[in-house]
């Protein structure tokens, strides 16, 4: 299954607390790709669709910290979060059930974002319009480019949207750890 074609539309959808943005990539509904965009100049598909995305922000929501893909790196972050929020289980579940959402265990989520991401990611990458400047890749070997549109500032909260994009050819930037 493809999930990009050249000229597909971006549509900002949500905002993180750090100032990261979701987008729908392309055409239709709920089931579309999603791209995550942070505020740092990084990029990586990580769902398809909405069920998907929410499973993985309920199960994982450090999946932006995962460096390595492990068990044993997830649990390490999941006893970070639970320190800051000890209740995090409690109203992941809460939600689940309010949602009618199954969800995954731990790795599940964490090896279907990595196998979104490498996989079905290698066709997409963000790029910021008016410099052409591809967005480094946060998870994955990516190999087409999403385009940012003129005017996006990376910003977008979860009652607003951002621009529509467009999806351009062009190589990916590798993203540094340091």
Avoid: K, N
């Amino acid at each position: 299954m493809s999930t990009s074609r050249r000229g597909a539309a971006l549509e900002g959808f949500a905002g993180d607390g750090s100032g990261g943005t979701y987008f729908f990539c392309g055409d239709g509904g709920e089931e579309r790709p999603i791209l995550y965009a942070d505020s740092e100049g990084g990029a990586t598909l990580v769902a398809i669709g909405v069920q998907q995305l929410l499973q993985l922000l309920l199960v994982a929501p450090w999946w932006r910290d995962c460096r390595e893909f492990t068990e044993e790196e997830s649990r390490e972050l999941a006893a970070e979060y639970q320190d800051d929020m000890p209740d995090l289980v409690a109203r992941r579940d809460r939600s689940a059930r309010a949602l009618g959402l199954d969800l995954p265990t731990e790795a599940e989520a964490i090896t279907t974002l990595h196998r979104v991401a490498t996989e079905a990611g290698r066709d997409f990458v963000l790029v910021f319009t008016p410099e052409g400047t591809p967005y480094e890749r946060l998870i994955g070997d990516l190999t087409a480019v999403i385009t940012a549109p003129a005017g996006w500032a990376g910003d977008v909260s979860a009652s607003s949207r951002a621009p529509a994009g467009r999806v351009a050819a062009g190589r990916p930037r590798t993203r540094r750890s340091g």
